[in-house]
């Protein structure tokens, strides 16, 4: 099986990696998702960036558009399919996203603000991080504060920077320092992404505004190497299914739902499908629709989903399946392949299920 999966492998079976926004409440995470949503009206449909269930899909032609301030020599060097951005800020959807144990968001951005520095959910975002070993990047975002800031919007942070005046370089290296003092403090090593020459040893910060998009292309490309270095080209393929259910929500029209983030793998409309329960069994069904919704220009059509027969890994989708009423968020799902036993499936989503629980209530 894995040398016919090898033979088939080609650039359309890559999966995008998972990236996820944690830190401290009005550090400014909604904002910066919001700031790198936006498409410039210019662009139109180009390389469009596709809104998900869950999550935000930034395909490769958008990633080069985003970040065309860092490459004018064109000596970047891109490998992915795209990027998948975890719409829920904060904790919360950090630890539903893992299996087994480790964590299916493959590389996150941790938001302090610059003029507020480390804070309490900070350092709890730090602990979640490093307990999966994930890797991250720190936004010191709200640049745009330091006194007497001049904005250049959507431009790269070292550009602008070089344009401010000696007091607000002053004040920036001040703050910056203080941050990277604070992080010592907590035994971590951190440095700005320029100075970084060891990304194993230093996190990389990148200080950013949301609200004037500067330094947003910086760590947009510090997402893209950071993923490029750390995910071995074997795990950029799609492979073995892993797939979290996120939310449990009642649709009109549709009944129950859940909406899921694939990480790995395919699913298909007809899939027989395995999960955790409410009351500590598992629930088998059968997939009756994988749904997207419609892209924003195509609002007037009387559905609000697209339907898929088939949907491949990274994505978020909602699944409308009979008996999902007590579906359990942060289960895993598990698909029910010909030669599977569905009894085992079971028994291992729940013990999935209870080693969370036990690693939860260890901590
Ligand atoms: P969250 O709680 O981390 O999601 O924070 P929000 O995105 O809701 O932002 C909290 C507040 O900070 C809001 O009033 C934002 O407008 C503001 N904010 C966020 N980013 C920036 C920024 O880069 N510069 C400035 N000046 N304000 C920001």
Not at 10 to 38: A, E, F
Not at 56 to 81: H, M, W
Not at 147 to 156: L, R
């Amino acid at each position: 099986r894995v040398a016919a999966a090898m033979a088939a492998r080609s650039k359309d079976d890559l999966r995008s990696p998972i990236c996820c926004i944690l830190g401290h409440v009005d550090t400014g995470k909604t904002k910066l998702l919001d700031k790198i949503r936006q498409t410039n009206v210019q662009e139109g449909e180009a390389g469009g960036i596709t809104q998900q269930i869950g999550a935000t899909f930034f395909p490769l032609e958008t990633i080069k558009q985003k970040t065309a301030v860092l490459n004018r020599d064109g000596s970047k060097e891109y490998k992915l399919p795209g990027l998948l951005v975890i719409d829920t800020p904060g904790h919360e959807s950090f630890t539903n996203l893992r299996s087994r144990g480790s964590s299916l968001c493959n590389i996150a951005i941790l938001v302090v603000d610059i003029m507020h520095g480390l804070e309490p959910q900070t350092l709890e975002s730090l602990k979640l991080l490093r307990d999966k070993k994930t890797p991250f990047i720190v936004a010191l975002n709200k640049v745009d504060r330091l006194f007497g800031w001049k904005a250049i919007p959507d431009n790269s942070f070292v550009d602008s920077l070089s344009k401010q005046s000696e007091s607000v370089k002053r004040e920036f290296e001040t703050r910056k320092d203080a941050v990277i003092t604070a992080f010592q403090e907590n035994g971590l090593n951190a440095t700005l992404y320029y100075d970084n020459k060891n990304l194993g040893k230093y996190v990389s910060l990148v200080p950013t505004s949301a609200h004037t998009g500067e330094g947003i292309p910086d760590m947009i490309m510090l997402l893209v190497e950071l993923t490029q270095t750390r995910m071995s080209e074997r795990l950029m393929y799609i492979s073995e299914l892993e797939c979290t259910v996120l939310e449990v929500k009642v649709i009109e029209g549709l009944g129950t739902t859940i909406d899921v983030v694939l990480s790995n793998g395919v699913l298909r409309e007809g899939d027989r499908i395995v999960l955790c329960g409410l009351n500590g069994s598992a629930i088998a069904t059968n997939v009756r629709a994988l749904l997207t919704p419609q892209p924003l220009k195509e609002l007037r059509v009387k559905s609000a989903y697209v339907h898929h027969k088939e949907v491949k890994a990274s994505l978020g989708v909602k699944i409308s399946a009979p008996d999902l009423e007590k579906a359990l968020a942060g289960s895993r799902l598990m698909v029910v392949g010909p030669d599977d036993d569905e009894e085992e499936l079971k028994d291992e989503v729940i013990s999935d299920l209870t080693s969370l629980l036990s690693s939860i209530n260890k901590s």
